[in-house]
């Protein structure tokens, strides 16, 4: 059982960056893969961007590459998505989300979520 938080989202400009944060809770969150994902209004749910338990593998959707990173630290519980170079259409609910396994992209692959943060980028 594993217990997500998300935090760090907020209001900016064009071209700023934010770094989200997502606070994990539970056994064995170190052996976890972990994602984050992010949905529009009126949009389905989009991945964004994976990291492996160890840290060594990641995986981007090609909307963020350049601009996004994730990362983990596995003694802090905690997994962050860096943003910058931040455009207007990066507008949405971002979520975090844990696997026993590897699904990359997949959605369902995933075991568990947090509640999201919103992330809003002005023009």
């Known amino acids: 059982q594993v217990q997500l938080v998300e935090s760090g989202g907020g209001l900016v400009q064009a071209g700023g960056s934010l770094r989200l944060s997502c606070a994990a809770s539970?056994?064995?969150?170190?052996?976890?893969?972990m994602g984050w994902f992010r949905q529009a209004p009126g949009k389905e749910r989009e991945f964004v961007a994976a990291?492996?338990?160890?840290?060594?593998?990641?995986y981007y959707a090609n909307s963020v590459k350049g601009r996004f990173t994730i990362s983990r630290d596995n003694a802090k519980n905690t997994v962050a998505l860096q943003v910058n170079s931040l455009k207007p259409e990066d507008t949405a609910v971002y979520y975090c989300?844990?696997?026993?396994?590897?699904?990359?992209?997949?959605?369902?692959?995933?075991?568990?979520w947090g509640q999201g943060t919103q992330v809003t980028v002005s023009s």
């Open positions: 990291i492996r338990w160890s840290g060594g593998n990641t």
């Open positions: 989300a844990a696997s026993s396994s590897w699904p990359q992209s997949q959605p369902k692959g995933y075991d568990y």
């Open positions: 539970g056994r064995t969150f170190s052996r976890y893969a």
